[in-house]
């Protein structure tokens, strides 16, 4: 009989519901523990999914031989903290994306992690969504030529939402920036890489939280155009467009369930319909990379997350986005 992979969640909210959902569609994961600083929540986490260790402190699950990794899907401001903390106790990381609020924070996170030789990776799910690779493989097979546009964007309307909330508490890194302009910066960067040059600028809400970022990329023979905003939906579909045809990641393109190229006037179909919704592939992934004894992904490294990291840093300090408890 194939031995689990014991899973510990730190932070039982949404995105942690949605993470702990599909580890269950996963035949070889076993989610062993949950911890959050309100025992009672983390109890009601484990009885909604039948964990048999709820602790009220992180440091209980860092300590507990119970868990092989740790999944950290706290508010962006704690993941490096948690992330390291985790790490020291000699358990494996995947925390969620951001993996830092700063490429100094990500710095800080590889080294803790080469230190102490576990594997960590930052939870970047669209990295491993079946469209996303589709389009990424055609890309490289020259199906579309050489690239010289994209276009990418995250939007979804959330003014509504409390001031206190992840999403407009700047003491929490609010913002549309580092929670859905990551994709679209992931996505320019997987295809083109780093960019020669960027351009960009952020609209704010009175309490200081970036409301919408428009980014441009320019790269020697190429441009990316990037968009992401708290003030409105968008239409959320990736083009990729080269000399010899487009591809269109279908909406939202972030976890999208196919894709499709346009070529001689053309259209192909991808239906790439996701397991579950979605983390499945990086679970996988994870797996894989513990089975194989390696401290890192080949297809998220510690040097791509280094590099988006340093993407973000370059745009907030063009638009002037900083968070209060970075001093």
Request: aromatic share 10%.
């Amino acid at each position: 009989m194939e031995t689990k992979i014991k899973w510990g969640i730190v932070g039982p909210g949404k995105i942690a519901t949605n993470f702990t959902e599909d580890l269950k569609l996963v035949q070889d994961a076993e989610v062993a523990a949950v911890a959050s600083r309100n025992l009672e929540r983390a109890q009601k986490f484990a009885h909604q999914f039948d964990i048999p260790n709820a602790f009220g402190s992180y440091d209980e699950l860092f300590n507990s031989d119970a868990v092989d990794i740790v999944y950290v899907a706290t508010p962006h401001n704690f993941h490096k903290d948690l992330a390291i903390e985790a790490i020291k106790s000699g358990k494996h990381v995947l925390c969620e994306k951001p993996l830092g609020v700063s490429r100094a924070e990500v710095e800080e996170i590889v080294a803790a992690a080469k230190a102490k030789k576990v594997f960590m990776m930052e939870g970047l799910w669209s990295r491993f969504n079946p469209s996303v690779q589709k389009a990424k493989q055609m890309v490289d097979n020259g199906t579309i030529g050489d690239v010289g546009y994209l276009h990418a964007d995250f939007a979804f309307y959330a003014l509504d939402r409390g001031l206190d909330s992840r999403l407009l508490n700047p003491d929490l890194a609010s913002g549309s920036l580092l929670d859905i302009g990551i994709y679209p910066i992931f996505l320019a960067y997987l295809i083109l890489g780093m960019p020669n040059e960027i351009m960009a600028t952020s609209n704010f809400h009175d309490n200081g939280t970036e409301l919408q970022t428009s980014m441009i990329f320019h790269y020697d023979t190429a441009q990316a155009v990037l968009y992401s905003g708290l003030t409105g939906d968008s239409k959320m579909e990736a083009e990729i467009s080269g000399s010899k045809g487009e591809i269109f990641i279908h909406p939202r393109w972030h976890e999208a369930d196919g894709c499709s190229l346009v070529k001689e006037e053309k259209t192909q179909q991808f239906a790439l319909p996701r397991q579950g919704n979605g983390f499945v592939y990086e679970i996988e992934e994870v797996h894989r990379c513990l089975k194989a004894k390696k401290l890192e992904s080949d297809l998220w490294s510690h040097q791509n997350s280094l590099d988006l990291a340093e993407l973000l840093d370059t745009i907030r300090k063009k638009c002037g986005i900083t968070f209060p408890f970075e001093g």
